[in-house]
């Protein structure tokens, strides 16, 4: 299991790995309304997960997404043949 796995897992991460405190509330907001959000907090937010899975993402539907949900979201359904093999371990 991995720290992606959840949404709050996933903030978590940002907060410890990338200053970024944010809520499950706010992650549903847009990213243009987030608090010190700029798209050097999205190349570092994309560096840090394939970091923490091993893998590399897909970026264009990173960047077509509007919310950190949604990038977790993106994140998730990358991640399914990892997740089911631990899975079934």
């Given at each position: 299991m991995s720290a992606v796995d959840t949404l709050d897992g996933f903030l978590a991460l940002l907060r410890?790995?990338?200053g970024l405190d944010?809520?499950?509330d706010e992650a549903h907001l847009s990213?243009?309304?987030l608090p010190r959000w700029d798209s050097l907090y999205l190349l570092r937010l994309v560096t840090l997960v394939e970091e923490e899975t091993?893998?590399?993402l897909?970026?264009?539907p990173v960047l077509q997404a509007r919310t950190l949900a949604e990038i977790h979201a993106v994140v998730v359904r990358q991640l399914?043949?990892?997740n089911s093999v631990e899975a079934q371990a």
């Open positions: 410890d790995e990338l944010t809520d499950v990213l243009v309304d091993g893998r590399r897909s970026l264009s399914p043949q990892q």
